[in-house]
């Protein structure tokens, strides 16, 4: 029987109750559904608007259901439309009249609002959990290789020469970013929507800011319309799943392109890698792949819901019954990603030599060529100019700049003496970045510092 039946001479037929249904998504929802009944029972009877007794037969009827949930032996059924109707109607035969004063001044709407928000924030630390761990990994990876150096890319054309470490930390800051939209998205989420009842507020003298406290809520959402309606939270949840999953792919793409034959800078662990049913000498980064693949779907879970919330009228509609499935997994994915990333980047072996030969390629010391004129007084653009002219004669000879005498370099401009066979060292090159936030040993340094006192800083928000 539905809860409604007063109102109604028929009931659904069976494709309606299922089409309408969302308890198989809501069910995972069970522990803040309690949780929310049980503050709200407790509200009611301070209040006096139930006695005391009852609210005290409510909670431990809700504290056997979630024992049976947790072992296995209730049993969901899709004639209740939600986890909210599953465990009110489970209450209600286990204790009688006393489950049926639980609803007093609340609507399913504040339930589905209050126990989403409740999730939300839950899943969001989760997340900020895992972020720090796989942060974590790369930041001992940077600390493993720290003077390692590879080549700097730009348009994937070699640039300039580069420390491992510091690429590394370039993703360990993009995902301290995350962190933060991630700890946003809780913060969005930390508003109680219960008593706002079905829309308007109720004749019920009901203590919100009770509830809030008792649920860990940070504040009432100040207008029952808003309350009932709003999903905001969710979309910020999604948008920062969303920029995670895209630095992930980033990180992933760069993996799959490092442990290709024509890279080598890295050999990714058995375990991160598969086999060909055909090619017997295959090994294919399938997970650095699937965590770039996963990111496409993620996206989608936060346009589906912008898409689902545009033009809703206030306050709830039925459509809002859309919103959990897309958010859920997009915390569910992210959080597997987060992982599988972190094992990954753990036993990836780095290959020192493979990075150097590169570095050697594709003239990386030109810029450092050019800065050695303009220090001598030469004006920039025109030491651009001057260099250029180097790098065409190692083209047409086939080396590289190093192979250069000092009579050709002072062919192109008499500034060039002896010591020009120090700017074109890669070592040398790569510690002249001094500057702030630069790849220079004592900059990356002072970062690995700088990003290891934010490690400590975020864990201690979790
Ligand atoms: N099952 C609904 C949802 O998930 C909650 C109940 C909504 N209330 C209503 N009057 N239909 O959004």
């Known amino acids: 029987m539905a809860l ?21 998504v809501d069910q995972r929802l069970y522990a803040q559904d309690i949780a929310g009944s049980k503050a709200h029972a407790a509200m009611l009877a301070a209040q006096g608007v139930i006695p005391q007794e009852d609210a005290a037969a409510i909670a431990e009827g809700l504290d056997g259901i979630q024992k049976d949930i947790e072992s296995g032996s209730f049993v969901f059924d899709i004639n209740n439309e939600d986890i909210h ?67 700097g890319y730009t348009h994937l054309q070699h640039a300039q020469p580069v420390l491992f470490s510091h690429h590394m930390l370039a993703y360990v800051w993009m995902l301290a970013r995350d962190f933060d939209r991630l700890a946003a998205a809780q913060a969005a989420a930390d508003a109680n929507p219960l008593g706002a009842a079905a829309l308007a507020g109720t004749t019920y003298p009901l203590d919100r800011f009770a509830t ?11 207008n029952s319309l808003d309350a009932v309606s709003d999903r905001d939270f969710l979309l910020d949840l999604l948008y920062a799943c969303s920029v995670s999953c895209l630095h992930l792919s980033r990180l992933c793409e760069e993996l799959v392109l490092w442990s290709s034959s024509e890279f080598g800078f890295v050999t990714l662990s058995d375990s991160y890698a598969t086999g060909s049913s055909i090619m017997p000498q295959k090994k294919n980064p399938d997970f650095a792949e699937l965590i770039r693949g996963k990111s496409g779907r993620v996206v989608g879970d936060l346009m589906a819901l912008m898409m689902t919330l545009k033009g809703l009228p206030l306050a709830y509609n039925k459509d809002l019954q859309e919103d959990k499935q897309g958010a859920m997994d997009a915390a569910d994915t992210l959080e597997d990603c987060y992982v599988c990333a972190a094992g990954m980047i753990a036993t990836m072996q780095v290959n020192p030599e493979a990075m150097m030969a ?50 050709d370099f002072q062919a192109e401009s008499p500034l060039f003496e002896a010591d020009i066979a120090g700017a074109l060292n890669l070592e ?20 690995m510092v700088e990003a290891q006192a934010r490690q400590a800083t975020d864990q201690a928000k979790l």
């Open 212 to 222: 809030t406290a008792a649920l860990g809520f940070d504040h009432p959402i100040p």
């Open 358 to 407: 590169q570095a050697k390629k594709g003239y990386l010391a030109a810029t450092d060529v050019a800065d050695y004129l303009a220090k001598k007084g030469l004006p920039f653009r025109q030491a651009h100019e001057v260099v250029g002219h180097l790098v065409l004669l190692c083209e047409k000879r086939g080396c590289d700049l190093e192979d250069l005498t000092l009579a």
């Open 85 to 151: 109707m599953a465990i009110e109607s489970a209450l209600t035969e286990c204790i009688g009249s006393a489950g049926a004063r639980l609803h007093t001044g609340r609507s399913r709407n504040d339930q589905v609002a209050t126990d989403t928000r409740l999730f939300a924030k839950q899943r969001a630390a989760d997340l900020m959990a895992a972020n720090l761990a796989l942060r974590e990994a790369l930041l001992a990876q940077a600390e493993a290789n720290f003077d390692v150096i590879l080549p």
């Open 428 to 447: 040398a090159i790569v510690a002249a970045r001094t500057t702030y936030g630069g790849t220079g040993h004592e900059a990356v340094r002072a970062q």
């Open 4 to 24: 409604w039946s007063g109102r109604f001479e028929e009931g659904v037929d069976a494709f309606t109750q299922r089409f309408g249904a969302s308890l198989p």
